[in-house]
């Protein structure tokens, strides 16, 4: 009896480290995610991490040709919110085989869903 358990228990043990790796995986390789993302008259591009962080900022010259400082700003952060949506999107995407089969992109916390989702299957065994 004691074996059987000891078994048991060294079973669901593997079970959730193979788990937890996988999951480590996924969020190890959300780290080279980028987003990048033109204006509409591609004068401007913007790239992002993972995380919405701002890396790369791209102006083309001829944006100095109107001097609307109020457009410009609101078409770079138009383009900041497309890039981040780019980036959250591909990390949704490489994330899909550790989330719940009703997560949803914008929705989902990357970073804690996967473990809560691990552990939530692993209890229900």
Known sequence: MVDRVQAELAAEAA???RLAERIRRVQGGLAGITGTAESDDGLVSVTVDVRGAVTEVWLDPRIYRSPD???LAEVIVRTCRAAADSAQRQA?????????PDAVPGETDLAFDPVLYGLAREASR
């Open 15 to 17: 079970d959730g480290e």
């Open 69 to 71: 400082s109020a457009a």
């Open 92 to 100: 949704f995407d490489a994330s899909v085989s550790v989330l719940p």
